[in-house]
T-cell receptor
């Protein structure tokens, strides 16, 4: 069966510090990968998606970047965090053969102080 | 771009009452999906609707997809405290891998 791992689960970072959130998917190949952000426990904002290694599409201009160095690995980064980057970050995957249903990781709570 | 509106934002009910959340898209959808997020948790897939006018049931949950494939609803009969959480609809338009999520409806149930 497929699983998705995302880490770290929580982190508190000072303003101006770098960020790296990692996500790996197991049990499937060539998944579509996503990073979402959820602010204030509500709506889901799509930040990045990737349909293959090295292929990243950004949905909104921001202080963040994403990379996909391996087929089932997706990384969310920032060189200098802002207070507004605080939120709940969710990695997710989907495959076309299952109707592209999106499966979310357990999320990472980021607090920028 | 595609927009998905979801109402109400919040709904508080007494245990045993029914609950409905509605989802409307600005464009025709190829399919719509529903997710549930428990407090402190991550969204979990509930169901996908594909056909015009489709109705699916999961125990006390009934999902409908409109005839024009631009709206959908989730109805819960006789709510229980375990139903607490935020329910999201997500619509897929022309793109095969991008879902547009509604802002969700937060359901609270008073025991």
């Amino acid at each position: 069966s497929q699983t998705i791992h995302q880490w770290p689960a929580t982190l508190v970072q000072p303003v101006g510090s770098p960020l790296s959130l990692e996500c790996t998917v197991e049990g499937t190949s060539n998944p579509n990968l996503y990073w979402y952000r959820q602010a204030a426990g509500r709506g889901l904002q799509l930040l990045f998606y990737s349909v293959g290694i090295g292929q990243i599409s950004s949905e909104v201009p921001q202080n963040l970047s994403a990379s996909r160095p391996q087929d089932r690995q997706f990384i969310l980064s920032s060189k200098k965090l802002l207070l507004s980057d605080s939120g709940f970050y969710l990695c997710a995957w989907s495959v076309e053969r299952s109707g592209n249903t999106i499966y979310f990781g357990e999320g990472s709570w980021l607090t920028v102080v | 771009g595609q927009q998905v509106m979801q109402i109400p934002q919040y709904q508080h009910v007494q245990e045993g009452e029914d609950f409905t959340t509605y989802c409307n898209s600005s464009t025709t959808l190829s399919n719509i999906q529903w997710y549930k997020q428990r407090p402190g948790g991550h969204p979990v897939f509930l169901i996908q609707l594909v056909k015009s006018g489709e109705v699916k049931k999961q125990k006390r949950l009934t999902f409908q997809f409109g005839e024009a494939k631009k709206n959908s609803s989730l109805h819960i009969t006789a709510t229980q405290t375990t139903d607490v959480g935020t329910y999201f609809c997500a619509g897929r338009g022309g793109s095969n891998y991008k879902l547009t999520f509604g802002k969700g409806t937060l359901l609270t149930v008073n025991p």
